[in-house]
């Protein structure tokens, strides 16, 4: 119905796509240069209990430094590298520098890696985890693997068997972004997943008041009915950190507590974290 003008759209639209599609392409060029060039980085960011504060777990969390654009984040280039296949050899750097950082880290501490489902699929992929653990000296019981519903999706046989296999060994599963997709609660029902991490949309919704939403409400009564950790992620304010401990999740994630740090931070963060715990167990 846009009779006149749609001439023009479509230019600016084609435009727009030349542009979009050429920013993809020097993306993809940069990345394939990058990798095993010491461009990536990992930093960390804590999961606390969420009664007493103490850190449960460090999520490690990857980042590209690039020599014009700055530290670039995974939003931007991990599904790059997905569709690439340069997430396998990314993903397998990220396995060994974090499980080597961790083996360093005070013993309760555990690790958490995001694994995507294109790592998953690979055929060396357990054999890739095995080996980085072993090579660190990392007991499995403190790695957690996050995976996301898109890796049950694809190969769902395949990529169940890998992950049982893994968990047999004492690493733990944890689903990613729990509820953002179609079918989170099929899923919970076809493999035992260790760790339910609410999606941080679902934090947003709450908004500030010191209510947590309704749909927070139900899946950490889901998590504790099924006797799966709860952790809720995306926590900004204290409403929110008091709303969330009050229907009873396990752990919690979010700038209030800390921001991912880099690797030569962690000791500090742990030491400020733990002072800063103390201070609440005083207070109360
Ligand atoms: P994710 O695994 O769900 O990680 C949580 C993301 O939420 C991180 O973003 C973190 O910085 C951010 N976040 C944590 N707390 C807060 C908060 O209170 N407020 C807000 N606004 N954001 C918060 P980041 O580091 O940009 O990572 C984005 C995603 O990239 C990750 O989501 C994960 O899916 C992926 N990713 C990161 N590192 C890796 C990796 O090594 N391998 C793979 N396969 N994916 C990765
Ligand atoms: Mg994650
Ligand atoms: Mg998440
Ligand atoms: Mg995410």
């Known amino acids: 119905h846009a009779k006149g003008g749609g001439r023009g759209q479509a230019c600016l639209f084609a435009a727009a796509m030349d542009e979009s599609a050429e920013t993809r392409r020097v993306l993809e060029r940069d990345l394939r240069a990058a990798v095993g060039t010491g461009a990536f980085e990992l930093h960390y960011q804590p999961l ?7 850190v449960r777990t460090l999520e490690a969390l990857m980042r590209w430094r690039h020599p014009e654009r700055g530290l670039v984040s995974p939003a931007v280039f991990i599904p790059v590298a997905e569709e690439t296949g ?18 360093a880290w005070p013993e309760p501490v555990s690790l958490a890696v995001n694994v995507s489902a294109v790592q998953l699929r690979h055929k060396t992929f357990a ?8 090579a660190s000296g990392l ?3 403190r790695l957690e693997l996050e995976i996301t519903e898109s890796v049950l999706l694809d190969d769902t046989e395949a990529n169940l068997e890998t992950l049982h296999l893994l968990r047999r060994t004492g690493i733990r599963i944890s689903m990613d972004d729990f509820g953002t997709g179609y079918s989170s609660l099929s899923y919970l029902r076809r493999f035992p997943f260790d760790k339910i991490k609410i999606d941080r949309s679902f934090v947003r919704e709450a908004g500030h008041l010191a209510e947590p939403g309704p749909i927070i409400r139900a899946l950490v009564a889901l998590g ?3 006797g799966i950790t709860t952790v809720v992620e995306g926590i900004e304010t204290a409403d929110q950190l008091a709303a969330v401990r009050a229907e009873g999740c396990d752990e919690i994630q979010g700038f ?12 500090e963060m742990l030491a400020a974290l733990s002072a800063r715990a103390a201070d609440a167990a005083q207070a109360a």
């Not at 606390?48 to 103490?54: D, R």
């Not at 397998?92 to 950082?101: H, I, M, T, V, Y």
């Not at 054999?127 to 072993?134: D, K, N, P, S, W």
């Open 48 to 54: 606390v209990e969420a009664g007493s504060g103490g």
């Open 86 to 103: 340069l997430i396998v050899p990314m993903g397998e750097w990220a396995l060994n520098r974090a499980c080597r950082d961790a083996a």
């Open 127 to 134: 054999q890739t985890v095995l080996l980085a653990l072993a």
């Open 139 to 141: 007991r499995p019981e």
């Open 224 to 226: 504790a009915h099924l």
């Open 256 to 267: 209030l507590f800390s921001a991912p740090r880099p690797a030569g931070e962690v000791a």
